[in-house]
């Protein structure tokens, strides 16, 4: 899949809402990730490694899963 703009020198870009990290390199449905670019809920992070992103409390997105949504910490 293609990188999106914002994202280019990105691997793993994480969805703030649900609190799932895709990655690009093996991610194959690119409408989820137009969404996330769409509505400004995406997150990259560094350095830029899945491990990077557990730490910060995201999980690994699996292709056919359902998404998930969790409340706003207040």
């Known amino acids: ?5 914002r994202f280019e020198h990105t691997r793993f870009l994480g969805d ?3 609190q799932l990290v895709y ?3 093996e ?3 690119p409408a989820v990730i137009d969404e996330i670019v769409e509505e400004g809920v995406g997150i990259c992070f560094g350095p830029d490694s899945l491990a990077e ?3 910060r409390g ?3 997105a699996t292709p056919g899963a ?3 949504h969790r409340k706003p910490r207040a």
């Not at 899949?1 to 703009?5: D, K, V």
């Open 58 to 60: 995201y999980s690994l």
């Open 16 to 18: 703030k809402r649900t």
């Open 53 to 55: 992103a557990r730490n």
């Open 1 to 5: 899949m293609e990188r999106p703009a």
């Open 66 to 68: 359902r998404r998930r």
């Open 27 to 29: 991610w194959s449905d």
């Open 23 to 25: 990655d690009l390199d």
